[in-house]
């Protein structure tokens, strides 16, 4: 599987961005499509994800009302539309797939991630 992200770029405080991740190659059953973000020097850490049998969503809680989680089923794809951008919200963000269920049920763990995008780069200015 391989995942491609891409619509990150350079934005003032307060604009949007919508960005996109396709799954191509071979396809596997999947369960949850995530992103993540990783700023320099600092962890990667969990954005939102979004089940794809029922379109459940979850978000990491400073990005909750200006993120929006989406998938289109019959183009194996996923947005993140990013909204009132913050400074603070500037990192290399990367999707990823989850293609079963794991254990434990979390969809926040990027350990439990089976395949992953290259990222895109999104900077906002102040």
């Known amino acids: 599987v391989q995942l491609q992200a891409y619509g990150g770029g350079l934005v003032q405080a307060g604009g949007s961005l919508t960005l996109s991740c396709t799954a191509s190659?071979?396809?596997?059953?999947?369960?949850?499509m995530g992103w993540f973000r990783q700023a320099p020097g600092q962890e990667r850490e969990f954005v939102a994800a979004i089940t794809w049998s029922d379109g459940s969503t979850l978000y990491k809680d400073s990005v909750k009302g200006r993120f929006t989680i989406s998938k289109d089923n019959a183009k194996n794809a996923v947005y993140l539309q990013v909204d009132s951008l913050k400074p603070e919200d500037s990192a290399l963000y990367y999707c990823a797939t989850q293609v079963r269920k794991y254990a434990s049920g979390r969809v926040d763990d990027q350990y439990e991630y089976d395949y992953w995008g290259q990222g895109t780069l999104v900077t906002v200015s102040s």
């Open positions: 190659g071979r396809t596997f059953p999947t369960y949850t």
